[in-house]
């Protein structure tokens, strides 16, 4: 029987969605679980992205923040200004609009069976926390597991708890530090003092290893400088990018940077094909990803 597909309308027509909850996880970051009423997101995958549409306010993109998408999305937004501002102000049960998926998402065909390490600075986590779920998820089809996650202060550590988990898992070496320690920690002597780049030096990452990172965009060029270091080639080295967006679907061209459309040729892009976009990854930008 022919499957008929339910995303029938005008791609530039938001789908509807209630909140279902919201879970504060520090002081400006909250976790939404959105319930789809129509349209299908199933197909959302790891490093893709969905526009949020709040009526009368905008659109912004959002990173898919869990593996699995069914009849609910889960979104971790930081409140920086008119459209999260404005969704910050809403509760459960009141409704906003969904486009999307959107992008290329993290290639998790190319990472299959090779050791992965996945590296998080500040809200990088939402996208990295679909694909370390993903990864854990599918666990048998990955060699090593690596996980680097990075802040500037130990209170905006995202995800407390579900990494409190991870950090009891045998199959997963876990590297998280802050800039700034204060207040309550993971258990003893899982959160260090320092930066991305430091946790990097400690992890037994080597040439083997395929890369994801999301952070912000001054980070990239010293995880990279780190990674190269340690004999990781540039083709193994995924990166997501981000670019202020509109449409999403190349229409646009707000995205339009070095000759990509980020929103559909990324976000995530390999190393390799960054060379012809220098200040991608040395550019002042937003702490979010
Ligand atoms: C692929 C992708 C994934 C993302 N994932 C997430 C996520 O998971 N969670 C999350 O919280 N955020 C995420 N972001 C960032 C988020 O989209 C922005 O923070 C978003 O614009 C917030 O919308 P806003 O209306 O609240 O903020 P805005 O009012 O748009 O302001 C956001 C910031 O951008 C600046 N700004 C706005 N417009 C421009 C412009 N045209 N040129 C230069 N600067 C501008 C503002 O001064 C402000 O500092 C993602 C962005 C991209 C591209
Ligand atoms: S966001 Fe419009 S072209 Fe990319």
Redo the contacts with the bound molecule.
Sequence with gaps: MLKVKQNLQSPFIPHWAIIRSITNLSED?TLFELQIEDGDFSECKPGQ?VQLWLPG??E????V?SAKVGETIE?????????????FLLNEGERVGLRGPF?TGFPLEKYKGKNLCLIAGG?GI??IRSLLQHVLLNREDYGKLILIYGLRHSAQLLFRHELKHVLRRRDIEVFISAEEIRGPDLPPMSMQLGRVTDMLSLAPVDESYEIAICGPPVMYKYVVQGLKAKGVKENSIWL??????KCGMGKCG??FVGGRF??MQ??VFNLTELRFLPEAIECEG?E??
């Design positions: 970051n992205f306010v905008g912004s993109p959002i990173s923040c979104l971790c937004i930081r409140r920086v200004g008119r459209v999260t501002n404005a969704l992008g809200l939402a996208p997501s990018l981000e670019r202020h967006m707000h995205c980020t929103c990324g976000p937003t979010s990803c």
